[in-house]
């Protein structure tokens, strides 16, 4: 299996700050179609995971522009920029370019 | 709009079989490209993919636990279902259903606390 490996464990940030949160692969997520399937996942306190950012780069709909992703092969980083406090969370990213699909264990974002 | 919402037994006993069902609107299974997955939490942890299912009956079962898993659908009634065999206390977790479109895992039901206790 691809191993995700998320750092930081845990973020303190504060409100109106930017921070980053890095995804690393065991093996380049590259799909023999040409396209990275990395996609980037916000669980807030009590809630169901909510998808952010697919395929590295897209936004979902609904997402505000305060989140970016970036990265390539092996190598991702999901930026927010002027957090808010419902940015505050835990930040997972799943690979789905090889079987099977796998998550990072998640980056807790919290009050400074 | 769309919306699922999974439904499972709450707590049963080790070597039971875990029933789950995840009730969906606002798309279909028999739409071209599309799919329902489920994911676990253990309370506290990670996420861990388990299976999905796709529009044309199509299978997909996590190794860890295959010989354990069992996805189906009933396109009529807009449902997905997952059982998984001889639970023990490591299969205690909640348990959500999310669909599988052009990004994986769009929408994501609201999940269901399952225990697995003597």
């Known amino acids: 299996d691809v191993l995700m490996t998320q750092t930081p464990v845990s973020l303190p940030v504060s409100l109106g700050g930017q921070v980053s949160i890095s995804c690393r692969s065991s093996q380049s997520l590259v799909h023999s179609d040409g396209n990275t399937y990395l996609h980037w996942y916000l669980q807030k306190p009590g809630q169901s995971p909510q998808l952010l950012i697919y395929r590295v780069s897209n936004r979902f709909s609904g997402v505000p522009d305060r989140f970016s992703g970036s990265g390539s092969g092996t190598d991702f980083t999901l930026k927010i920029s002027r957090v808010e406090p419902e940015d505050l969370g835990v930040y997972y990213c799943l690979q789905s370019t090889h079987f099977p699909p796998t998550f990072g264990a998640g980056t807790k974002l919290e009050l400074k | 709009q769309v919306t699922l919402k999974e439904s499972g037994p709450g707590i049963l006993q080790p070597s039971q079989t875990l029933s789950l069902t995840c009730t969906f609107s606002?798309?279909?299974?028999?739409?071209?490209?599309?799919?329902v997955g489920w994911i676990r939490q253990p309370s506290g942890k990670g996420l861990e993919w388990l299976a999905n299912i796709w529009w044309d009956d199509d299978k997909y079962y996590n190794p860890s636990l295959k010989n354990r898993l069992t996805i189906s659908k009933d396109t009529s009634n807009n449902q997905a279902f997952l059982k998984i065999t001889n639970v023990d206390t490591a299969d205690t977790a909640t348990y959500y259903c999310?669909?599988?479109?052009?990004?994986?895992?769009?929408?994501w039901g609201q999940g269901v606390m399952v225990t697995v206790s003597s």
């Open positions: 999310a669909r599988i479109y052009r990004p994986p895992f769009d929408y």
């Open positions: 606002g798309f279909s299974l028999s739409t071209y490209g599309m799919g």
